[in-house]
């Protein structure tokens, strides 16, 4: 009788080896392994997320004459490795792209003014996946690296075991500390608390412009048990501006379809709409929004140029209230120097992200520094988080102005940032303009 | 919730039900007659939309150009699959060949999908025009994009249905489908026909792909969802099954996944359609069958006729 090739079990089946099924199980797998190998040579447009960085032409003297180093005291001729854990792949692969481009600007700009060498480790939470952070963690520990910066909230928190285990200190400039992240163990947000934050941007921005807001509704990515959190502290923002909330919906990470959210959005009636989504998914969000014909006021907790493109144009209804870094308003010396080499670089001005891990970068070369002018091991994550607390201040991008360069301060008890300026910006095709800006707690609210 | 609302979910449901029933079709073809475990669906349906992306970001021109190369670029990649991995896995598996091909699959999508983040790197790119009119409709909304995405999606399946149905290539098919050792001995190519087979269900994918990128973005896990509902309706509606069946029952997927947000929140999608799934699977239609028989009881049997 005629075989086929096996696709289908024939009546004279040939006989099965253990040496050829082992040899199949194993084509399959080496296919699979290869993964990882591939993942971590990965490459994108824009920059690389892994390799290193040229200086973007930049003047490392200017450097550091802005910082206020002297060239005796850029603790240089040490090597340290540097974790990254960022979302390298997945719907937020975008969040990777841009913080890997600030942070590999400044790892060159610190080797080039004759600082450590920060050897880059990278690693990928996969936009958020949990056992892939754990995975990241174990890896850097492993491999005995201390100093770590992380995004999406130490991925969703499940990065705080291994960094206390390992006592590795990690700044996060790309998800902060949020609501569940803060007074962890060795464990830093950088940025504000997104979206509490935020929340205040927008409610003030109602309150001053459109007072018949009374009724919100809010979209969130879902954090499972987080969720709650995150709603009852947008109930109390709203209740500061006698406003209640109209429904909450929590929708998975990645979702490109909301036609069932906006049907429950519609369904309740509200006057506006917060959404909290990272990724590409606010611009799905948006385009479905437009799509089913509302008008309503929409304030968003992020803006990524990739959820714009999506969009399909209808971030022109869209508005957002969160940390902004406007590159063509520069204000204080570092972030013209920062602005200048980044687009020299990679020939695209930087948003907030990478401006975030381009100065967090800085603020562990601070600590590096501090340590070392102790006579401490810099490649210690206790004793770099010991230099933090006993004086959580670095420079910044942010604030400052003309002359003098911005300070970002950390607050030793919620482990985020204890000052921060943020702005309610609306969007107009490519373009982004600022509406109002105000400071955390919606502290010195102005309109613009 | 008020009518209108339901309305809207229910037309919601058709437009993603008719994208479920356009990937389990081609899914339940590839499965129902090679027995093969294509989860490299996944690659085929992203290989697909970064090239239609990619031409066009680089080189330009009219979309149906584009979208015939990715189209083909889908064919090759699903044909390359069969002829170069699985075929002679299988060969060498027997009757192990479906867990064998199955990891050869996945470890295709897997280091395939990471080319390509190697290659463009992980960032989203878009595809065809960037506007879509918005289209209302008895209190309904939807875009010319859906209802197009609808239409060509059941072109496609009712074409795959006339093509098994009522060709001699059709018939060839559901031989091997059948009973490959009887086709084989009337003297059908059964590898041939697995090539085609292969062929004929990544055109599909590609077409699904293609719509995919349209509605949403191109991405380097585009194809990670996809390949789940496509084994989900393929499963629902029968690999043995004419392509219509299968896309009916990727249709009352998308209904009953979107209906269910009369009562649940969106999070809890990826439930509902696994729970379709289970259920289906516990109440199978042969358990079914026997369920309604003990329900009934024993029925009196009808004397012979005297003739």
Redesign the interface.
Same mark, same amino acid.
């Given at each position: 009788? @005629?075989k086929? #090739?096996? &696709? /289908?079990?024939?009546?004279a *089946?040939?006989? !099965?080896s253990r040496r050829?099924?082992l /040899?199949? $199980?194993g084509? &399959?797998?080496?296919?699979?392994a290869?993964?990882p190998l591939? $993942?971590a040579?990965? +490459?994108? *447009? &824009?920059g690389t +997320?892994s390799g290193s960085a040229g200086t973007g032409g930049a003047s490392v003297s200017e450097l550091l004459s802005i910082l206020g180093i002297s060239k005796s005291g850029t603790a240089g001729g040490m090597s340290m490795p540097l974790g990254a854990v960022l979302p390298? @792949?997945?719907?937020g +692969?975008?969040y990777? @792209?841009v913080q890997g481009n600030g942070l590999k600007l400044a790892v060159a700009h610190i080797r080039a003014a004759g600082g450590p060498d920060f050897q880059l480790n990278f690693q990928d939470n996969q936009s958020g996946n949990a056992q892939a952070g754990v995975n990241a963690v174990r890896q850097l520990g492993s491999a005995g690296v201390q100093a770590c910066l992380s995004s999406y909230v130490g991925d969703i928190g499940a990065m705080f075991p291994g960094i206390a285990q390992y006592k590795m200190l990690t700044l996060d400039g790309g998800g902060g500390t949020s609501d569940f992240g803060q007074d962890k163990p060795y464990f830093w947000g950088m940025k504000a608390i997104e979206p509490d934050d935020y929340y205040m941007g927008a409610v003030k921005y109602w309150q001053a412009k459109d007072p018949n807001v009374k009724r919100v509704y809010l979209v969130a990515l %879902?954090q499972g048990r987080i969720n709650a959190i995150v709603r009852a502290n947008f109930v109390k923002a709203l209740s500061t501006a006698g406003m209640t909330l109209a429904g909450f919906?929590?929708?998975?990470i990645g979702?490109? #379809?909301?036609?069932? @959210?906006i +049907?429950?959005l519609?369904?309740a009636s509200p006057d506006a709409v917060f959404i909290f989504l990272t990724g590409?998914d606010s611009g799905?969000f948006m385009k479905d929004f !437009?799509? *089913? &014909?509302l008008s309503l006021p929409v304030i968003g907790a992020e803006y990524t140029t990739?959820a714009l493109? !999506?969009s %399909?144009?209808a971030y022109n209804h869209f508005m957002f209230s969160t940390d902004w870094f406007d590159p063509t308003k520069q204000v204080n010396p570092l972030s013209r120097y920062f602005v200048k080499a980044y687009v020299k670089e990679y020939g695209q001005q930087p948003d907030y992200y990478a401006a975030n891990y381009y100065e967090d970068t800085l603020a562990m070369w601070d600590l590096v520094r501090r340590v070392k002018a102790k006579g401490g091991d810099p490649n210690n994550g206790t004793n770099l988080q010991n230099a933090l607390i006993a004086m959580p201040v670095f420079k910044s991008i942010y604030g400052g102005d003309s002359t003098t360069v911005g300070t970002l301060a950390l607050n030793l008890k919620t482990h985020s940032v204890a000052s921060r300026p943020l702005a309610v910006c609306k969007c107009v095709g490519a373009k982004v303009i600022e509406v109002a800006t105000y400071q955390l707690g919606g502290a010195d609210f102005k309109l613009i | 919730m008020t009518f209108s609302s339901v309305l809207q979910l229910s037309v919601d449901g058709i437009i993603n039900g008719s994208q479920y029933a356009l990937y389990g079709a081609g899914f339940a073809l590839i499965l129902g007659v090679t027995g093969r475990f294509h989860y490299a669906y996944a690659l085929v349906f992203t290989v697909c939309g970064y090239v239609v992306s990619v031409l066009q970001s680089s080189a330009g021109g009219a979309f149906p150009l584009l979208a015939a190369a990715g189209l083909a670029a889908a064919v090759l990649t699903g044909v390359a699959c069969e002829a170069g991995i699985y075929r002679p896995l299988a060969r060498r598996s027997g009757q192990l060949s479906l867990l064998t091909v199955f990891v050869a699959a996945l470890g295709v999508t897997i280091a395939g999908v990471n080319l390509i983040v190697l290659l463009f790197g992980g960032q989203s790119r878009t595809m065809g025009s960037t506007a879509s009119q918005v289209n209302h409709l008895a209190g309904v909304s939807f875009t010319t994009l859906e209802l197009g995405s609808v239409l060509i999606a059941w072109v496609l399946i009712g074409a795959l249905a006339a093509l098994l149905r009522f060709t001699q290539f059709g018939r060839m098919v559901r031989a091997v489908r059948v009973n490959p050792d009887m086709a084989a001995i009337i003297g059908v190519g059964i590898e041939r026909i697995y090539l085609w087979v292969f062929a004929i269900g990544s055109l599909l994918t590609g077409a699904g792909a293609i719509i995919y990128g349209l509605r949403f973005a191109v991405t380097p896990d585009m194809g990670t969802v996809p390949v789940v509902f496509a084994f989900v309706v393929a499963f629902l509606g029968g690999t043995r099954n004419s392509p219509l069946v299968a896309g009916l029952a990727g249709l009352l997927l998308g209904l009953v996944q979107s209906l269910s947000g009369i009562w649940l929140s969106s999070q809890w999608s990826a439930l509902v359609v696994f729970t379709v799934l289970f259920v289906y699977l516990c109440l199978k239609p042969a358990s079914l069958h026997s369920f309604v028989a003990r329900l009934r009881g024993p029925q009196p049997t009808r004397p012979a006729r005297a003739e």
């Amino acid at each position: 009788m @005629t075989k086929s #090739d096996g &696709g /289908r079990p024939i009546s004279a *089946a040939t006989p !099965v080896s253990r040496r050829n099924l082992l /040899r199949a $199980a194993g084509l &399959g797998g080496i296919a699979a392994a290869s993964a990882p190998l591939l $993942a971590a040579c990965g +490459s994108s *447009a &824009g920059g690389t +997320s892994s390799g290193s960085a040229g200086t973007g032409g930049a003047s490392v003297s200017e450097l550091l004459s802005i910082l206020g180093i002297s060239k005796s005291g850029t603790a240089g001729g040490m090597s340290m490795p540097l974790g990254a854990v960022l979302p390298l @792949t997945g719907p937020g +692969s975008y969040y990777g @792209t841009v913080q890997g481009n600030g942070l590999k600007l400044a790892v060159a700009h610190i080797r080039a003014a004759g600082g450590p060498d920060f050897q880059l480790n990278f690693q990928d939470n996969q936009s958020g996946n949990a056992q892939a952070g754990v995975n990241a963690v174990r890896q850097l520990g492993s491999a005995g690296v201390q100093a770590c910066l992380s995004s999406y909230v130490g991925d969703i928190g499940a990065m705080f075991p291994g960094i206390a285990q390992y006592k590795m200190l990690t700044l996060d400039g790309g998800g902060g500390t949020s609501d569940f992240g803060q007074d962890k163990p060795y464990f830093w947000g950088m940025k504000a608390i997104e979206p509490d934050d935020y929340y205040m941007g927008a409610v003030k921005y109602w309150q001053a412009k459109d007072p018949n807001v009374k009724r919100v509704y809010l979209v969130a990515l %879902d954090q499972g048990r987080i969720n709650a959190i995150v709603r009852a502290n947008f109930v109390k923002a709203l209740s500061t501006a006698g406003m209640t909330l109209a429904g909450f919906e929590a929708t998975p990470i990645g979702t490109n #379809d909301f036609s069932t @959210t906006i +049907s429950h959005l519609k369904a309740a009636s509200p006057d506006a709409v917060f959404i909290f989504l990272t990724g590409l998914d606010s611009g799905y969000f948006m385009k479905d929004f !437009v799509a *089913a &014909g509302l008008s309503l006021p929409v304030i968003g907790a992020e803006y990524t140029t990739d959820a714009l493109k !999506v969009s %399909d144009g209808a971030y022109n209804h869209f508005m957002f209230s969160t940390d902004w870094f406007d590159p063509t308003k520069q204000v204080n010396p570092l972030s013209r120097y920062f602005v200048k080499a980044y687009v020299k670089e990679y020939g695209q001005q930087p948003d907030y992200y990478a401006a975030n891990y381009y100065e967090d970068t800085l603020a562990m070369w601070d600590l590096v520094r501090r340590v070392k002018a102790k006579g401490g091991d810099p490649n210690n994550g206790t004793n770099l988080q010991n230099a933090l607390i006993a004086m959580p201040v670095f420079k910044s991008i942010y604030g400052g102005d003309s002359t003098t360069v911005g300070t970002l301060a950390l607050n030793l008890k919620t482990h985020s940032v204890a000052s921060r300026p943020l702005a309610v910006c609306k969007c107009v095709g490519a373009k982004v303009i600022e509406v109002a800006t105000y400071q955390l707690g919606g502290a010195d609210f102005k309109l613009i | 919730m008020t009518f209108s609302s339901v309305l809207q979910l229910s037309v919601d449901g058709i437009i993603n039900g008719s994208q479920y029933a356009l990937y389990g079709a081609g899914f339940a073809l590839i499965l129902g007659v090679t027995g093969r475990f294509h989860y490299a669906y996944a690659l085929v349906f992203t290989v697909c939309g970064y090239v239609v992306s990619v031409l066009q970001s680089s080189a330009g021109g009219a979309f149906p150009l584009l979208a015939a190369a990715g189209l083909a670029a889908a064919v090759l990649t699903g044909v390359a699959c069969e002829a170069g991995i699985y075929r002679p896995l299988a060969r060498r598996s027997g009757q192990l060949s479906l867990l064998t091909v199955f990891v050869a699959a996945l470890g295709v999508t897997i280091a395939g999908v990471n080319l390509i983040v190697l290659l463009f790197g992980g960032q989203s790119r878009t595809m065809g025009s960037t506007a879509s009119q918005v289209n209302h409709l008895a209190g309904v909304s939807f875009t010319t994009l859906e209802l197009g995405s609808v239409l060509i999606a059941w072109v496609l399946i009712g074409a795959l249905a006339a093509l098994l149905r009522f060709t001699q290539f059709g018939r060839m098919v559901r031989a091997v489908r059948v009973n490959p050792d009887m086709a084989a001995i009337i003297g059908v190519g059964i590898e041939r026909i697995y090539l085609w087979v292969f062929a004929i269900g990544s055109l599909l994918t590609g077409a699904g792909a293609i719509i995919y990128g349209l509605r949403f973005a191109v991405t380097p896990d585009m194809g990670t969802v996809p390949v789940v509902f496509a084994f989900v309706v393929a499963f629902l509606g029968g690999t043995r099954n004419s392509p219509l069946v299968a896309g009916l029952a990727g249709l009352l997927l998308g209904l009953v996944q979107s209906l269910s947000g009369i009562w649940l929140s969106s999070q809890w999608s990826a439930l509902v359609v696994f729970t379709v799934l289970f259920v289906y699977l516990c109440l199978k239609p042969a358990s079914l069958h026997s369920f309604v028989a003990r329900l009934r009881g024993p029925q009196p049997t009808r004397p012979a006729r005297a003739e």
